[in-house]
Structures are given as C-alpha cells and as structure tokens.
C-alpha cells in the first residue's frame, strides 16, 4: 500500500521523462543563453547597426517614434526581449561577454517599481524618468483635458486636481 501511495504521488514527470524534457525546455525559452543568441543571429546579419533592445513590442512603437524625431536618420534595428526581466538578464549576459557583443548595444527600461534593481553593468541601459514610456504619452495636461472632456469630471475641478496629483 505505501508503494501505490508513493507511486501515486509523483509527478507526471518522474513517470515519463520526455514529459519532463519538454517542460525544461519550454522554461529554457526565456532563458539569458536564448536571447543572447538571438541577439548574435541578429548581430551577424546586421554587423554595423545599433541595436536597441527594449522590454516589449508595445516598447518598440513608442521608443521607434522617439528616435525617428529625434534621430531620423539613425539606423538601427529594435529587439524586444519579452519583458523587463529579460531585458536584465540580457543586459548581465552581455556585461559578462568578452566578445564585444554589447557594442552598439542600447538597452532601454521603464524605471517602473524596481529602477535597475538587478542590472549588474548599466553603461549601455537607458532607463525612463517616469514610472514607464507610456508616461510621457499622457502627462498632466493631457489627463486634465481627457478628465474634464471625455470623463464625467466637468465643473468638478477639485476632483480633477486629486486625481491628478495622485497621477
């Protein structure tokens, strides 16, 4: 009866390895290796181009509309890494690397709730001021009118100094 108990208490893995197989590699995705390896499959079909790794794909709109009014003439090539956690792991990885693999490299982070928390190297990480880029999309001029026009905040300026201070 203990051994039925025992046997029944493992998991699926333990009965069936490639089940477990699968699962390491479905974790190993995210990975520092796989993303610097990413990066190496685009820095060899773009040698001489600055690559600006950002969290997420919503990050490479708004980070590409800023660098096209402020650089327009720059080229370079976007590389999302999957989140914030990532991009640190990217950015350890290539503090760590020898290879010269970080030239030309920029990675950019919201400052969110844990700054650069993390980051081993920050010489190539451009961090937001502002609790994330969506930030600079909508200041306090921006909630002020969406406040008083499009929301039921009309006649109500105290409410709308509230809410904004708490933005």
């Known amino acids: 009866m203990n051994i039925q108990r025992t046997t029944s208490m493992n998991s699926s893995a333990d009965c069936n390895p490639e089940e477990g197989f699968l699962e390491r590699m479905k974790a190993a995705r995210g990975s520092s290796a796989v993303l610097k390896a990413r990066l190496l499959a685009l820095r060899s079909s773009l040698a001489n181009v600055k690559i600006f790794a950002v969290e997420g794909d919503d990050d490479k709109i708004i980070y590409g509309q800023w660098l096209q009014r402020v650089r327009p003439d720059l080229c370079y090539e976007p590389f999302p890494c999957g989140g914030k956690k990532e991009a640190r792991m990217l950015s350890n990885s290539l503090s760590k690397d020898v ?10 982070v919201d400052r969110d709730y844990n700054d650069l928390d993390g980051f081993c190297d920050c010489d190539n990480v451009f961090m937001t001021e502002f609790y994330s880029a969506e930030n600079y999309l909508v200041n306090e001029d921006v909630l002020e009118i969406l406040l008083k026009d ?13 809410i904004i201070s708490l933005f």
């Open 99 to 108: 290879s010269g693999l970080k030239n030309d490299v920029v990675i950019l």
């Open 150 to 162: 499009i929301f039921p905040c009309h006649a109500l300026p105290g409410v709308r100094k509230e």
